[in-house]
């Protein structure tokens, strides 16, 4: 919808909301329950098998897929918790090997965009389906059918094309399932097969209408009385329209005419895109009939909503009497209930999310989306069902996607769900999402998922790979390292991801995890099918997997030596050798003599201590067992580096504040996060801080910083940083004897501006995205409130070099009304004078597309650090773009640093034009003598009495930001001296008085 649209609605909307939140009936205090909405029904026209001269051919067009759609939720800004990292993080990868895929192959490779990759494995057969056809494969990844149109199956799917498929496999009757949309008229197609094989027994082919309605990103799910449909459809109005419907599986299965059933979602919160999820049911046991649970997450973010929570209906359909079913509201499982706060929300809302490496777009990170499936299994002793979301690892920081999963449980039929353990899975800075998740039949999990990293280091483009976990795993951990299924080469050319993966269960045995998800290979899209197992593969087999202790540290020359042993086989195990080799030395070897359960791990401590004691050296220690039936050899070592750190080694990591603001006064607080480095704990060293070329401020660190911990210290002494202007802070720590004085320190650039535009609106895609100066290269900026400072980003501007190129992109334009302008403060007064306009309303013509700008700076312009500020905005709307002040209606501005050099300038022009030579006597009595600039040549300090005498000689360097000396004068009598700055043929002096 267009903004114009969007702001003459204004008023409508305004008066409607009122109408709805003032209304008595709007939101009732008990759990609420509906009948259906809807009720038809559909009879079956049944077609043959799947011969090879019936099969039509798949479009090879380009075609992108429902993009109407894609509604986005209304979200609060500024509402919702946690503000900082996710509770449930797992941080660290796991610690288990885990093997290596059974099978992987290429199931697709289309232009379809997004393929919505979905797939289910049945006893013999692996069926899988994309926009808009299917294929058919042995279970050795044989492919016995070619890619097809999902027209081929024949009956109501004659002809039918529109596509967004879902296939499932019911394992209770031995059946397959593929759906797709119609639009002739608005309705879901459902075939089911009429015996087990796909390929040769035909099918019953359904056309469900919906009543005008064409149901949006269905999802469905197995249950004892139906087939349950979830859609994102009314996302206004999901509590009183058709959301879920339900079909009458008993009646599909012998191709009778079947009923349909449509719910609303009593008591849900949404307005935008969402995506409810019914439970699958898998496993030899079938559930009950009735008591179906439709499941989905409300974040706190999103209007309406005051607490994170997992929302439970419960569906109960009449076949005999439609319409006396009923939906109810059921749980609510929160925080008490162990639901950790989350946030499922990225960029406000939006679906380009997530950067890829280079200049590719960013891709949706399917928000707001319980990920296909959800996955049900009974087992004796209790019911299991496990889920997941994307979630954003770190709201205070950059968007990082992780996945959130559960293991919810049931203690008998009929009784209330229960959060068994719960995790948000991120081991790394790489984002992952687009999750499926599966349970076998011990109880194992498995996850399927997408990573994505933009680091131009260690770029990862969309690549498909799975983690998992044993059930008698440390809960809320997946324990397992990562494996990969198949490595992407190239990202993805458009926002839209395959708006789901598939992960199944082979039913054969219970324990064998499928896995079905999109990657890229050029501008095309392919599907890989990935095959894992967790489940033991082996009734012998055990190995090491990690080392205990000893620890990174300053360590002895007795020290405790502790490792992990690991039963990956199905038989208990105990008196097996474990031994540990230092360096290629002796080997160390003693017995484990308890009883190792099957799939589970434990600690073992060896009697012999060993020697760790040279400080500085990184020893390599084998860990071995040594089971004398073991059929897996390959898992029995584990290596470990151990380092002997040395005993005081500390530094200052981050300066946490002041940060950059308006009218920063001359008391402003600063606090800074020191890390221990070192092997032992430390306290009382001294810790300081400088404000540009001032005096430093000295304290002393009174508390204790742990090894390889971290500690906030706060000074007693504030900082004056009231003259608007931009500062360069500088804070270190000074620990005798520091071992590696490299890590002592940090930079911090601060200003304090004349104003701050906060306000604007960026949700649209106005503004910058992208920014590209020199060495700055910002390719991933978030949209936030509108502005953002990178003032600690910094470019250097040769004067000499003439003109400059700056490149920007954004992600709305419309009739040249999206523009950029761009300053920079040239006399450091922190306010962008229209002389410091250097680019003026520059259109920028195309979304999401680098414009490269020209500019120059005068030829005088001020040598040394000054601030760039940034703005772009759609200038048909309120607010003006050439005032840095002004706040725009939809827009942002962004604060950065540049460096002013001129390589032409000789030593005898810097000295004697350029620089300012400053002598300040601190409040000590010390003097500091300063020079403030880009000029890097080490220079000379000579100190003279008026009597011509040299009392000092001395090199001095450039610490980055100018020439700093500090001058000792409290033994030197009172009375007048010279200082020079220069070499020895070109220098420039200044006077100082000594009291």
């Given at each position: 919808?267009k903004?114009r649209?969007?702001?003459?609605?204004?008023?409508?909307?305004?008066?409607?909301?009122?109408?709805?939140?003032?209304?008595?009936?709007?939101?009732?205090?008990?759990?609420?329950?509906?009948?259906?909405?809807?009720?038809?029904?559909?009879?079956?026209?049944?077609?043959?098998?799947?011969?090879?001269?019936?099969?039509?051919?798949?479009?090879?067009?380009?075609k992108?897929?429902?993009?109407?759609?894609?509604?986005?939720?209304?979200?609060?800004?500024?509402?919702?918790?946690?503000?900082?990292?996710?509770?449930?993080?797992?941080?660290?990868?796991?610690?288990?090997?885990?093997?290596?895929?059974?099978?992987?192959?290429?199931?697709?490779?289309?232009?379809?965009?997004?393929?919505?990759?979905?797939?289910?494995?049945?006893?013999?057969h692996?069926?899988?389906?994309?926009?808009?056809?299917?294929?058919?494969?042995?279970?050795?990844?044989?492919?016995?059918?070619?890619?097809?149109?999902?027209?081929?199956?024949?009956?109501?799917?004659?002809?039918?094309?529109?596509?967004?498929?879902?296939?499932?496999?019911?394992?209770?009757?031995?059946?397959?399932?593929?759906?797709?949309?119609?639009?002739?008229?608005?309705?879901?197609?459902?075939?089911?097969?009429?015996?087990?094989?796909?390929?040769?027994?035909?099918?019953?082919?359904?056309?469900?209408?919906t009543?005008g309605?064409?149901?949006?990103?269905?999802?469905i799910?197995?249950?004892?009385?139906?087939?349950?449909?979830?859609?994102?459809?009314h996302?206004?109005?999901?509590?009183?329209?058709?959301v879920?419907?339900?079909?009458?599986?008993?009646?599909?299965?012998?191709?009778e005419?079947?009923?349909?059933?449509?719910?609303?979602?009593?008591?849900?919160?949404?307005?935008?895109?969402?995506?409810?999820?019914?439970?699958?049911?898998?496993?030899?046991?079938?559930?009950?009939?009735?008591?179906?649970p439709?499941?989905?997450?409300?974040?706190?973010?999103?209007?309406?909503?005051?607490?994170?929570?997992?929302k439970?209906?419960?569906?109960?359909?009449?076949?005999?009497?439609?319409?006396?079913?009923?939906?109810?509201?059921?749980?609510?499982?929160?925080?008490?209930?162990?639901?950790?706060?989350?946030?499922?929300?990225?960029?406000?809302?939006?679906?380009?999310?997530?950067s890829?490496?280079?200049?590719?777009?960013?891709?949706d990170?399917?928000?707001?989306?319980?990920?296909?499936?959800?996955q049900?299994r009974?087992?004796?002793?209790?019911?299991?069902?496990?889920?997941?979301?994307?979630?954003?690892?770190?709201?205070?920081?950059?968007?990082?996607?992780?996945?959130?999963?559960?293991?919810?449980?049931?203690?008998?039929?009929?009784?209330?769900?229960?959060?068994?353990?719960?995790?948000?899975?991120?081991?790394?800075?790489?984002?992952?999402?687009?999750?499926?998740?599966?349970?076998?039949?011990?109880?194992?999990?498995?996850?399927?998922?997408?990573?994505l990293?933009?680091?131009?280091?260690?770029?990862?483009?969309?690549?498909?790979?799975?983690?998992?976990?044993y059930?008698?795993?440390?809960?809320?951990?997946?324990?397992l390292?990562?494996?990969?299924?198949?490595?992407?080469?190239?990202?993805?050319?458009?926002?839209?991801y395959?708006?789901?993966?598939?992960?199944?269960?082979?039913?054969?045995?219970?324990?064998?995890?499928?896995?079905?998800?999109?990657?890229f290979?050029?501008?095309?899209?392919?599907?890989?099918?990935?095959?894992?197992?967790?489940?033991?593969?082996?009734?012998?087999?055990?190995?090491?997997?990690?080392?205990?202790?000893?620890?990174?540290?300053?360590?002895?020359?007795?020290?405790?030596?502790?490792?992990?042993?690991?039963?990956?086989?199905?038989?208990?195990?105990?008196?097996?050798?474990?031994?540990?080799?230092?360096?290629?030395?002796?080997?160390?070897?003693?017995?484990?003599?308890?009883?190792?359960?099957?799939?589970?791990?434990a600690?073992?401590?060896?009697?012999?201590?060993?020697?760790?004691?040279?400080?500085?050296?990184?020893?390599?220690?084998?860990?071995?067992?040594?089971?004398?039936?073991?059929?897996?050899?390959?898992?029995?070592?584990?290596?470990?580096?151990?380092?002997?750190?040395?005993?005081?080694?500390?530094?200052?990591?981050?300066?946490?504040?002041?940060?950059?603001?308006?009218?920063?006064?001359?008391?402003?607080?600063?606090?800074?996060?020191?890390?221990?480095?070192?092997?032992?704990?430390?306290?009382?060293?001294?810790?300081?801080?400088?404000v540009?070329?001032?005096?430093?401020?000295?304290?002393?660190?009174?508390?204790?910083?742990?090894?390889?911990?971290?500690?906030?210290?706060?000074?007693?002494?504030?900082?004056?940083?009231?003259?608007?202007?931009?500062?360069?802070?500088?804070?270190?720590?000074?620990?005798?004897?520091?071992?590696?004085?490299?890590?002592?320190?940090?930079?911090?650039?601060?200003?304090?501006?004349?104003?701050?535009?906060?306000?604007?609106?960026?949700?649209?895609?106005?503004?910058?995205?992208?920014?590209?100066?020199?060495?700055?290269?910002?390719?991933?900026?978030?949209?936030g409130?509108?502005?953002i400072?990178?003032?600690?980003s910094?470019?250097?501007?040769?004067?000499s070099?003439?003109?400059?190129?700056?490149?920007?992109k954004?992600?709305?334009?419309?009739?040249e009304?999206e523009?950029?302008?761009?300053?920079?403060?040239?006399?450091?007064?922190?306010?962008?004078?229209?002389?410091?306009?250097?680019?003026?309303?520059?259109?920028?013509?195309?979304?999401?597309?680098?414009?490269?700008?020209?500019?120059?700076?005068?030829?005088?312009?001020?040598?040394g650090?000054?601030?760039?500020?940034?703005?772009?905005g759609?200038?048909?709307?309120?607010?003006?773009?050439?005032?840095?002040?002004?706040?725009?209606?939809?827009?942002?501005?962004?604060?950065?640093?540049?460096?002013v050099?001129?390589?032409?300038?000789?030593?005898?022009?810097?000295?004697?034009?350029?620089?300012?030579?400053?002598?300040?006597?601190?409040?000590?009595?010390?003097?500091?003598?300063?020079?403030?600039?880009?000029?890097?040549?080490?220079?000379?300090?000579t100190?003279?009495?008026?009597?011509?005498?040299?009392?000092?000689?001395?090199?001095i360097?450039?610490?980055?930001?100018?020439?700093?000396?500090?001058?000792?004068?409290?033994?030197?009598?009172?009375?007048?001296?010279?200082?020079?700055?220069?070499?020895?043929?070109?220098?420039?002096?200044?006077?100082?008085?000594?009291?």
């Amino acid at each position: 919808m267009k903004k114009r649209s969007l702001v003459m609605m204004k008023n409508l909307l305004y008066f409607l909301i009122l109408v709805f939140l003032f209304h008595p009936d709007a939101k009732a205090q008990n759990k609420q329950i509906s009948g259906p909405v809807y009720v038809d029904s559909a009879r079956a026209v049944p077609s043959g098998a799947l011969s090879k001269g019936k099969l039509v051919a798949p479009s090879s067009e380009f075609k992108i897929y429902n993009p109407r759609n894609r509604g986005i939720n209304k979200v609060v800004p500024g509402k919702g918790l946690p503000k900082t990292t996710d509770p449930a993080l797992q941080s660290k990868m796991g610690e288990v090997p885990s093997k290596a895929p059974i099978l992987s192959y290429e199931a697709v490779s289309s232009r379809s965009t997004p393929t919505d990759p979905t797939g289910f494995v049945g006893p013999n057969h692996y069926v899988n389906a994309w926009n808009s056809a299917f294929s058919i494969w042995d279970k050795s990844g044989n492919q016995l059918m070619p890619p097809a149109s999902l027209a081929s199956i024949g009956g109501e799917f004659a002809n039918e094309v529109l596509g967004d498929p879902i296939v499932i496999y019911d394992e209770f009757a031995d059946r397959y399932l593929i759906s797709q949309f119609s639009d002739t008229p608005e309705s879901f197609l459902i075939a089911v097969s009429r015996g087990p094989d796909p390929l040769n027994d035909g099918w019953f082919t359904y056309r469900f209408t919906t009543n005008g309605v064409l149901p949006d990103y269905i999802k469905i799910s197995v249950w004892g009385d139906g087939y349950y449909i979830t859609t994102n459809k009314h996302s206004n109005t999901a509590d009183q329209s058709q959301v879920i419907y339900v079909v009458e599986r008993d009646r599909m299965l012998q191709g009778e005419t079947a009923g349909i059933v449509s719910f609303p979602l009593p008591g849900i919160q949404t307005n935008g895109f969402y995506s409810p999820a019914g439970f699958n049911a898998i496993g030899e046991m079938e559930p009950p009939r009735g008591n179906s649970p439709i499941i989905f997450m409300q974040d706190d973010a999103w209007a309406g909503i005051t607490q994170d929570h997992l929302k439970i209906w419960l569906v109960n359909v009449d076949w005999d009497n439609p319409s006396a079913s009923v939906i109810s509201e059921s749980q609510e499982l929160g925080q008490a209930d162990g639901v950790s706060p989350f946030v499922a929300t990225f960029d406000g809302g939006s679906f380009s999310n997530l950067s890829q490496p280079g200049n590719a777009p960013e891709i949706d990170a399917l928000q707001a989306t319980m990920m296909y499936m959800t996955q049900y299994r009974r087992f004796d002793t209790h019911t299991s069902v496990v889920m997941n979301f994307v979630v954003d690892v770190d709201p205070g920081a950059a968007e990082h996607a992780g996945i959130r999963w559960y293991e919810l449980r049931q203690e008998a039929n009929e009784e209330i769900w229960s959060v068994y353990q719960e995790g948000t899975y991120a081991p790394d800075n790489s984002d992952r999402f687009s999750g499926s998740i599966g349970i076998d039949s011990q109880g194992n999990i498995g996850l399927g998922f997408t990573i994505l990293d933009d680091n131009p280091e260690t770029p990862i483009f969309p690549s498909i790979r799975y983690t998992g976990r044993y059930a008698g795993d440390e809960l809320g951990i997946m324990s397992l390292e990562e494996q990969t299924i198949v490595e992407g080469e190239d990202p993805d050319p458009n926002s839209r991801y395959g708006d789901y993966a598939h992960l199944s269960v082979d039913p054969a045995d219970g324990l064998t995890f499928w896995h079905n998800a999109e990657y890229f290979e050029g501008v095309v899209r392919k599907n890989r099918v990935g095959v894992f197992r967790i489940a033991a593969d082996n009734q012998n087999d055990v190995g090491a997997i990690s080392r205990i202790s000893p620890q990174d540290a300053t360590l002895g020359n007795a020290e405790e030596v502790t490792v992990r042993v690991r039963n990956f086989g199905s038989n208990a195990q105990s008196g097996f050798p474990v031994s540990y080799t230092i360096n290629g030395g002796e080997t160390v070897t003693e017995i484990f003599t308890e009883s190792l359960p099957a799939t589970e791990s434990a600690d073992f401590t060896f009697s012999q201590p060993a020697d760790f004691s040279e400080i500085g050296e990184t020893y390599e220690v084998v860990f071995t067992t040594s089971l004398s039936n073991d059929q897996d050899s390959e898992n029995d070592t584990f290596v470990a580096q151990i380092r002997n750190l040395p005993p005081r080694d500390v530094g200052v990591t981050s300066i946490d504040v002041p940060v950059t603001g308006q009218n920063l006064t001359p008391t402003e607080v600063v606090t800074v996060t020191i890390e221990n480095f070192g092997g032992e704990p430390q306290s009382g060293f001294p810790v300081s801080y400088q404000v540009g070329n001032n005096a430093p401020v000295r304290e002393v660190f009174e508390g204790t910083v742990g090894v390889g911990e971290n500690e906030i210290y706060t000074f007693n002494q504030r900082a004056d940083l009231s003259p608007s202007g931009s500062y360069r802070v500088i804070a270190r720590t000074q620990l005798e004897e520091d071992f590696d004085p490299t890590n002592d320190s940090t930079v911090k650039s601060i200003a304090n501006l004349n104003c701050i535009p906060e306000g604007s609106d960026c949700s649209f895609g106005d503004g910058l995205f992208y920014f590209e100066l020199e060495e700055i290269l910002n390719e991933r900026i978030p949209c936030g409130d509108g502005y953002i400072d990178f003032i600690g980003s910094q470019a250097t501007l040769d004067r000499s070099q003439g003109t400059f190129t700056v490149t920007v992109k954004s992600l709305f334009a419309e009739e040249e009304n999206e523009r950029f302008s761009m300053w920079i403060d040239l006399n450091d007064d922190a306010v962008f004078d229209d002389d410091e306009l250097l680019i003026s309303s520059r259109v920028i013509p195309q979304p999401n597309t680098a414009l490269s700008v020209e500019f120059s700076i005068p030829e005088n312009a001020p040598l040394g650090e000054h601030l760039l500020r940034i703005r772009a905005g759609d200038t048909s709307f309120e607010g003006d773009l050439n005032d840095p002040c002004d706040v725009m209606e939809y827009g942002t501005t962004h604060d950065y640093s540049v460096n002013v050099t001129d390589s032409t300038l000789n030593i005898e022009d810097f000295i004697l034009n350029e620089a300012e030579l400053l002598v300040v006597r601190s409040p000590d009595g010390t003097y500091r003598v300063a020079i403030e600039t880009d000029y890097d040549e080490t220079l000379r300090i000579t100190v003279h009495d008026m009597l011509g005498q040299k009392l000092l000689e001395n090199q001095i360097e450039n610490n980055g930001y100018g020439y700093v000396y500090d001058l000792d004068m409290s033994y030197a009598a009172r009375g007048v001296y010279l200082v020079r700055v220069g070499t020895r043929e070109f220098g420039k002096v200044k006077r100082f008085i000594v009291k």
